[in-house]
């Protein structure tokens, strides 16, 4: 049943060279009681030389209280070696 215990979710990427870009969405409906939780995410990275930036966006709404949260992110980071790639 979609009404109780179900997940559903969708999710797409692009990519072009440097560039890639990625939404996703995910809804929970528990077994028991009438909260619904939402999640949607954005991202981004873009690659130059051994360095990467990402920027993102998620967020989550719940139906039973009505609750919203959110994060906003940045990050970067540096391919040292082959093996070796750190980022914060």
Do not use: C, K
Not at 49 to 77: H, K
């Amino acid at each position: 049943s979609l009404a109780r215990g179900a997940t559903l979710g969708a999710g797409a990427m692009y990519q072009q060279g440097p560039l890639a870009v990625g939404l996703a969405y995910d809804q929970q409906r528990p077994g028991a009681g009438d909260n619904t939780l939402h999640n949607y995410s954005a991202g981004a990275s873009y690659v130059i030389g051994n360095a990467t930036g990402y920027v993102g966006y998620m967020s989550r709404r719940e139906t039973s209280p009505d609750a919203r949260f959110w994060i906003a992110f940045v990050g970067l980071g540096y391919q040292f070696t082959p093996a070796l790639h750190l980022s914060g």
